[in-house]
């Protein structure tokens, strides 16, 4: 379900042109920067490259290209 939030000319901006290079679309690019700063603050103590490893190893499993690693 959709939901229109108002946010400033300067993060739109800045979505904008991280959303080219990153080739998501400004929605997307704002969900990713949104799911990353949640993980983040959940978990203060992981760096960002482990919990992009960590959402894009999440994807993985979900689209079915990865199997889950098993302990023992």
């Given at each position: 379900?959709?939901?229109?939030?108002?946010?400033?000319?300067?993060?739109?901006?800045?979505?904008?042109?991280?959303?080219?290079?990153?080739?998501?679309?400004?929605?997307?690019?704002?969900?990713?920067?949104?799911?990353?700063?949640?993980?983040?603050?959940?978990?203060?103590?992981?760096?960002?490259s482990?919990?992009?490893?960590i959402?894009?190893?999440?994807?993985?499993?979900?689209?079915?290209?990865?199997?889950?690693?098993?302990f023992?």
């Amino acid at each position: 379900m959709a939901t229109a939030v108002r946010i400033s000319e300067e993060l739109v901006d800045e979505a904008r042109k991280f959303s080219r290079i990153e080739h998501r679309s400004l929605t997307g690019q704002i969900e990713h920067w949104a799911k990353i700063g949640k993980c983040a603050e959940e978990n203060p103590d992981l760096t960002y490259s482990l919990i992009k490893e960590i959402l894009m190893g999440i994807e993985e499993l979900e689209r079915g290209e990865k199997l889950e690693y098993k302990f023992g």
